[in-house]
């Protein structure tokens, strides 16, 4: 494999991977509020459906973020409702808005735009376009340094950015703030914090629409970065990858990135079959590349390879008792 | 102290919730600019209209009841299995297995070699998820999304490789031979005057459905394996002090789990399709969420919320053939259903819990009922 | 003492929880500068008024006026806007964050963590010195005892600059020592002007730290008085409502052949901690050994060895024969087989199903015997039929097999797990808090069975931290601390005061127990034994 394929290989893994790493930021602050969140699927597929449908008809992909956010936000709020207000099972739950997400963005898709359950093609401002650093026209011709800088580290989407920035912002609020300090506790020990006078409820509704709006930017780039446009269950199972992804990086940030890469290179790596039997000499099937986040999450949770030890009080609704 | 009568619990919340999401639907279709009584009205018609309508939707009340009771048997136990699906596809598999290399002499051999071949299957998929369960505490609802992936990749795997016939550009199998043919309810049912059923896929797996309904309900409430996963699923503690291994019951009920899941392969794939194709299973597993929910985790409760399921995959199918309304109205009803009678249990629960118990009381005026709290 | 502002007044709080009237109508003062106690049975609404005046509960009707002003206090926020500051009986901390962190958690200044910090790490120093609160603000929450745990949550309190400190039964989990030393700290806090209101059932924490006592019962507050001024008799009557008997009547012992050895038993729990240190005793038919100590010293690892559901190395023979301590027959199940039946300490989450039917709950453990079973299921009717007779000698209301064991008063709970262990006729029975949670009726009954039991020649192993029900049930007493046994006494032999030093580790000697002199005791006492046999 020559260098400029390798470039290749690893450009198409930052693509891929940062709607994976937004999502599992998403997951991230949920869970570490102590609400476990399978939806991320369904989010992530509201607000891609949302952000194409909106820029396809304003023309505006900006109006069409909104929109997507403000989706995945009200799906979100639903979760909210049911796992930190109701005390439902938030598994259950994460389950019924993935297949709302599902069905309306097909049944919406085909009122709307009336092609199958498809948005019409996007193009111009109602997509993302890429974003070259500044230089990268010039030192391209570097060797080595050049074609990294210009061709791999250049030339993405702005939401690309956004998502390899939030890592260590997520790092900081959750480490650095009181709010973080706070959430953190609340996915821990929901009683020290009603105790010491703060509110269970409001953290968690923010952990939830924080998951929501991170959520909003990884379907967003998926329909208006990554493609053109929103096709029917077009996350194919990004949500469920992500959450791998999370529990793979044990619930914190830089391990998330580190965890997205890899699980960003696997499916880069399923696109180019012809790099991986040249490097390694043999056919590996399409179908294990697919299947190996999977597998290695199940090795990871197994805890043959480390323990993932997932919030103390993950998954169960808070309720008061002294 | 009962907050309210029994019959409320087990009847009143699921017609509720099944009623909050019936309005919400109707609402969609509205929105979408379709009328929904005419809707219901087409459903009802190609669902339940003719015999060939109930021929579909029994067939599909079939798949939903060996999921339903796979994802309810789990939940005695307290174990939530979303695995169905994979567990379902690999039911699949050794159906297949099973039909194409064995030389079955007669059908009803062929039924019982293939109902045994399919749990087997889909057992095995669980049991690994249930052994890391019970082993080393793995979250069996993580772990279980995972096998649903990684089933999907193995079964891509097969059927465009070592399964697929040669020359054949499709990604199934062959077809099964002739002796392992289920009889459908034409089959059974018509007369040489009147054709019943005909074309429909309904067959006899129907009936192996239902006694696996009964066969559930005995298991659960009248043996002593059933009274261990029910004391396990209520408290694990409990469990461990009366001498109920923890480990044997997690992996014994996701054995139960998941060949009950793979079972749903004798009615979709021997009795319908007549061979394996991709996706067969076609979200069956997932519905089956729905349906013990919605059946409160009962047997019976799973046959009824079987055949409503039934009834409206069949009907959003004729609905989509009509109108320009598409099948995917489906599972947004599944999403509200799983949503109501699972997630927001408590918001039908609660106001209906203080209005009995406001009833209750009534004869005291006197005494102040605090919010709830 | 009316010329002075009461620091805390309550007027008519009420609080109902569904058909529970927990709170009825309650008014108490507390005066600046005390140390209040208010004393009542598990149950009588103590812990219910306190969550209260903490803004955990709402009440339904009532007045707080706090320092002469009225006071709502909707949520805690409030609470500790007015200078209210509670440590729960359960420590309300983060495990995996520092002591520091946990104090600063809701009480930090400004949106960045970092000055927060900082500052909080200088006024720890200095209350610290101030109220002997020492303690490292960078250890894990996790990684410190429960003593220590206590200390941070009354500094959380202190931090928020709270002038009135309510405790809820604060040394349930303490050793007499650690009790000791919390009681100087609230002294010393007292002293300084600030208020304690120390919820408790001990009657001998009354009467050592208190001013003031207020006595609850069933929800009500049935008097306030002068801790000077009353006696440990007057108050116990006050709680419960009647003269109470505590000594149990029965006959001396008529010890048989041994039932239960128990040689070098050892527990290591999942954290690599050793919770039972090679332990070693035995006791005979007709006899009761009562286990002392304060709850967390392994105990409760020793009813679960034998239980059968703790693994453990070591050697435990039961009628000579020895009993499997780890492997497949390590279970509740051949444990049964074998002879032994258990009360477990825990009865919501061992002793019965909450959810199960009183009559599934009869069944428990012993649902696999073959009365009842009929072939491949379960003969539902024989246990029923079962269920109702022993519910019937046992007295259990209401006498309904149906109900769900939730359904049920902690007293009849209780009856029907000993009920279904005491009828089997077991050879050695286990029994662990046995009247924890149980009202006064109940608790004469069980004793009652528990000793008619022994009288039957059977061996009674008893755990319990109620040091009252020791002395008065059991025919030898061995004292627990820290996984060892630290000393066996006889009851009329000893004194609370006694054991309460062995309580806390310290015995006549004053030296630790080495594993030689266990060894050498239990030596000589098979001798003896053989001797005898």
């Avoid at chain 2, 796979?70 to 005695?76: C, G, K, R, T, Y």
């Amino acid at each position: 494999m020559d260098f400029l394929t390798l470039i290749q290989v690893f450009d198409t893994t930052i693509r891929l991977a940062t709607p994976l790493l937004l999502a599992c930021l998403a997951g991230l602050f949920s869970e570490r509020a102590g609400i476990f969140d399978i939806g991320l699927e369904g989010k992530m597929l509201a607000s891609a459906f949302l952000t194409a449908a909106v820029a396809a008809v304003t023309g505006s992909v900006l109006v069409g973020l909104l929109a997507g956010i403000g989706g995945a936000m009200a799906l979100a709020g639903i979760h909210g409702l049911a796992s930190i207000t109701f005390r439902g099972n938030q598994l259950i739950s994460g389950v019924a808005i993935n297949f709302l997400a599902a069905g309306l963005t097909v049944v919406v898709a085909q009122s709307w735009f009336g092609q199958g359950g498809r948005t019409p093609q996007l193009s111009g401002n109602a997509r993302f376009g890429t974003i070259d650093l500044p230089f990268a026209a010039e030192i391209r011709d570097i060797p080595l340094l050049g074609p990294i800088y210009a061709d791999l580290i250049s030339g993405h989407s702005l939401l690309v950015y956004v998502g390899l920035l939030m890592v260590p912002l997520t790092w900081y609020v959750l480490f650095r703030t009181r709010f973080g300090l706070r959430l953190r506790a609340v996915g821990e020990n929901p009683a020290a914090v009603d105790t010491a006078g703060i509110s269970v409820v409001g953290l968690r509704y923010a952990a939830v629409a924080i998951c929501g709006l991170l959520t909003g930017l990884a379907g967003a780039y998926l329909s208006t970065g990554l493609q053109a446009g929103f096709v029917k269950d077009m996350t194919a199972g990004r949500g469920y990858i992500a959450l791998a992804a999370l529990i793979f990086a044990k619930w914190r940030p830089w391990y998330a990135l580190g965890a997205c890469l890899l699980f960003g290179f696997l499916q880069a790596l399923a696109l180019r079959p012809d790099v991986i039997e040249g490097t390694l000499g043999f056919e590996v099937g399409v179908q294990l590349l697919d299947a190996l986040p999977y597998i290695l999450t199940v090795v990871i949770l197994a805890g043959f390879v480390g323990r993932a030890i997932p919030p103390r009080a993950g998954g169960e609704p808070y309720v008061k008792e002294r | 102290m009962q907050r309210m009568p029994q019959w409320a619990d087990v009847i009143l919340i699921p017609l509720i919730s099944l009623i909050l999401a019936a309005v919400l639907s109707a609402l969609v279709i509205l929105a979408i600019g379709e009328n929904p009584w005419a809707a219901l009205k087409l459903m009802v018609e190609g669902s339940l209209g003719s015999t060939y309508a109930w021929g579909y939707t029994l067939y599909y009340a079939t798949n939903f009841i060996f999921t339903g009771l796979a994802v309810a048997v789990a939940i005695h136990a307290r174990l939530f299995n979303i695995g169905g699906e994979g567990q379902a596809m690999l039911g699949g598999l050794g159906v297949a297995l099973i039909a194409l290399f064995i030389p079955w002499p007669h059908w009803t051999l062929a039924l019982l070699g293939g109902a045994v071949g399919a749990a087997l299957f889909g057992a095995a998929w669980a049991f690994i998820p249930a052994w890391l369960q019970a082993k080393r505490g793995s979250h069996v609802v993580i772990t279980t999304i995972m096998f649903n992936f990684i089933a999907a990749a193995l079964l891509n795997y097969l059927l465009i490789g070592a399964l697929k016939p040669q020359g054949s550009m499709e990604p199934a199998t062959g077809r099964f031979p002739e002796a392992t043919h289920l009889p459908t309810f034409q089959d059974m049912f018509s007369t040489a005057e009147t054709a019943l059923f005909r074309g429909a896929p309904v067959n006899v797996s129907f009936f192996v459905a239902l006694i696996a309904c009964v066969a559930v309900w005995a298991l659960i409430w009248r043996t002593r394996l059933g009274y261990e996963i029910r004391a396990y699923g209520q408290s694990e503690g409990a469990a461990k002090y009366a001498g109920i291994s923890p480990v044997k019951i997690i992996v014994v009920t996701m054995l139960i789990s998941g060949g009950l899941a793979g079972m749903m392969a004798i009615n979709n794939v021997m009795g319908e399709a007549e061979r394996l194709v991709l996706n067969a299973v076609e979200g069956a597993g997932f519905i089956g969420i729905a349906v013990a929910l919605m059946g409160r985790s009962h047997p019976f409760g799973v046959l009824l919320a079987a055949l409503l399921f039934g009834f409206l995959y069949q009907g959003g199918a004729e609905l989509a053939l009509w109108t320009s309304i598409p099948r995917e109205l489906i599972v947004v009803i599944q999403a509200l259903v799983i949503l109501f009678t699972g997630a927001l249990d408590n918001m039908v629960r609660m106001p209906l819990e203080g209005l009995f118990l406001r009833l209750r009381r009534a004869p005291k005026p006197d005494r102040k009922t605090s919010p709830a709290e | 003492m009316t010329d002075q502002t009461p620091a805390i007044e309550l007027k008519g709080i009420s609080k109902a929880f569904g058909p529970v009237q927990a709170n009825k109508d309650i008014s108490i003062r507390v005066m600046p500068g005390t140390i209040h106690g208010i004393i009542g049975e598990n149950g009588a609404g103590k812990s219910t008024l306190m969550s209260i005046l903490y803004g955990f509960y709402r009440a339904d009707a009532g007045e707080i006026w706090v320092d002469g002003r009225r006071t709502e206090i909707p949520d805690s926020q409030a609470a500790i806007r007015a200078g209210i500051g509670m440590v729960f009986q359960h420590f309300k901390l983060v495990q995996n964050f520092s002591v520091l962190e946990n104090v600063v958690l809701g009480a930090e200044d400004g949106a960045m963590l970092r000055p927060s910090l900082a500052k909080a790490r200088r006024e720890l120093k200095d209350l610290a010195a101030e109220y002997e609160l020492n303690i490292d603000p960078d250890a894990r929450i996790e990684d410190i005892g429960v003593g220590m745990q206590q200390r941070v949550e009354i500094l959380k309190a202190l931090y928020r600059q709270a002038d009135i400190l309510i405790l809820d039964e604060p040394t349930g989990v303490l050793t007499p020592a650690e009790a000791d030393h919390l009681f100087r700290i609230l002294k010393g806090l007292r002293d300084q002007g600030k208020t304690i209101i120390l919820i408790t059932h001990k009657l001998r924490e009354i009467m050592e730290i208190t001013d003031t006592v207020s006595v609850m019962r069933r929800g009500e507050m049935t008097a306030t008085v002068q801790t000077a001024e009353t006696s440990p008799p007057e108050l116990a009557e006050l709680m419960v409502g009647r003269k109470v008997l505590l000594q149990v009547e029965k006959v001396p012992p008529k010890p048989g052949k041994t039932v239960l050895e128990v040689e070098n038993l050892r527990v290591v729990d999942s954290k690599g901690v050793e919770r039972l240190r090679k332990i070693g005793f035995e006791i005979r038919a007709g006899e009761i050994l009562g286990i002392a100590g304060v709850a967390g010293n392994g105990q409760s690892e020793l009813l679960e060895v034998l239980g059968g559901y703790r693994r453990a190395e070591g050697t435990v023979r039961l009628n000579g024969k020895p009993l499997e301590l780890a492997g497949r027959h390590a279970n509740g199940r051949a444990r049964r087989a074998a002879g032994v039946a258990h009360v477990p300490e825990d009865r919501h989450h061992e002793g019965l199903i909450l959810d199960f039917s009183a009559w599934e709950n009869v069944a428990f453990g012993y649902h696999d015997r073959p009365e009842f079973n009929k072939g491949l299921f379960m003969d539902n009717a024989a246990i029923k039929a079962d269920a109702a007779a022993k519910m019937e000698r046992f007295d259990v209301r209401p006498p309904h097999p149906h109900l769900a064991a939730k359904n049920f008063s902690g007293g009849n709970q209780q009856k029907i797990v000993v009920a279904r262990e005491i009828e089997r006729n077991p050879d050695l029975l286990l029994i662990g808090q046995p009247t924890r949670g149980v009202d006064i009726g109940a608790i004469e009954f069980i004793h009652e069975q528990i000793v008619a039991l022994r009288d039957m020649g059977k061996a009674v192993l008893l755990v319990s931290v109620e040091l009252d029900e020791i002395m008065s049930l059991s025919d030898r007493i061995a004292v627990m601390f820290d996984g060892k046994i630290m000393g066996e006494r006889l009851p009329a032999e000893t004194d609370e005061r006694e054991l309460g030093l062995l309580m806390a580790g310290i015995t006549d000697t004053d030296k630790p127990h080495s594993e030689a002199e266990i060894e050498a005791n239990l030596a000589r006492r098979h001798a003896s034994a053989d001797k005898e046999a």
